[in-house]
């Protein structure tokens, strides 16, 4: 069960990765956030971020176009 659910679906790079980062910014360590985009650049994007950062990729999805990223917040 995540914590918060940020629905970027419909917008463009860079905005779906610039909202997970803010959206991560004001959660708690441990805390988990689903994201939602339709960008194909996110899939690219944001595991790319996560990877430089302190928070952890927990899974992610592609479906009809849709990807979905489970991320825990880091310290």
């Known amino acids: 069960?995540?914590?918060?659910?940020l629905d970027a679906s419909g917008l463009r790079c860079p905005m779906p990765l610039l909202k997970t980062k803010l959206e991560l910014n004001g959660m708690s360590?441990?805390?988990e956030l689903e994201v939602i985009a339709t960008d194909v650049?996110?899939?690219r994007d944001i595991?790319?971020?996560l990877a430089?950062?302190?928070h952890a990729l927990v899974?992610?999805?592609e479906s009809n176009g849709q990807y979905r990223f489970?991320?825990?917040c880091g310290g």
């Open 1 to 5: 069960m995540v914590d918060r659910t």
């Open 29 to 31: 360590p441990g805390q």
């Open 41 to 43: 650049g996110s899939a």
């Open 47 to 49: 595991p790319a971020f």
């Open 52 to 54: 430089l950062s302190s």
């Open 59 to 61: 899974s992610s999805s």
């Open 70 to 72: 489970v991320i825990k």
